[in-house]
């Protein structure tokens, strides 16, 4: 089974990547920290999109009582999330001195697009440790336990 993620959080990943695009294209050494920059995100979005965020879309089912056929094969991709999450957890610490070296540098160059692009990114890498990478692997545990319940 295919599990979407949610359009909120694709609309989010999308516009991120476009504000880092244009990053890139600073010029000087605020483009070069932008391009360090997405070359640290890219593979770690990739990952998101592979196996940390396809959970979530089960979210809104889980909560009205569904029982979508196939979302047993959830468990492949939160079973994945949980055996990288440290993995994960490097990498956004690796994207946060990135950023923290982008926003100093917007900073002195006045750059306030640039200064609260850095600030939206840091919030986003919170709320995905705070609240969607523990929300996708609650999802895989629900999920587990609908079919060990089935079984007992």
Do not use: C, W
């Not at 000087?28 to 592979?50: C, N, S, W, Y």
């Amino acid at each position: 089974m295919n599990f979407d993620i949610p359009s909120s959080l694709k609309a989010e990943h999308e516009a991120l990547h476009e504000e880092l695009r244009l990053a890139t294209r600073a010029g000087g050494e605020i483009g070069e920290a932008a391009q360090t920059l997405a070359r640290l995100m890219h593979p770690h979005f990739v990952k998101e999109d592979e196996f940390a965020l396809p959970p979530l879309g089960l979210l809104a089912a889980l909560t009205r009582g569904e029982a979508p056929a196939g979302m047993a094969d959830v468990l492949a991709l939160t079973d994945r999330l949980e055996a990288e999450m440290p993995t994960m957890l490097q990498e956004h610490q690796e994207i946060v001195v990135a950023l923290q070296r982008l926003r100093a540098l917007a900073a002195r160059a006045d750059r306030a697009d640039l200064v609260d692009f850095a600030d939206g990114l840091l919030q986003h890498a919170r709320t995905e440790e705070e609240v969607m990478y523990p929300a996708a692997l609650l999802v895989g545990r629900y999920v587990r336990s609908l079919g060990n319940a089935a079984k007992g």
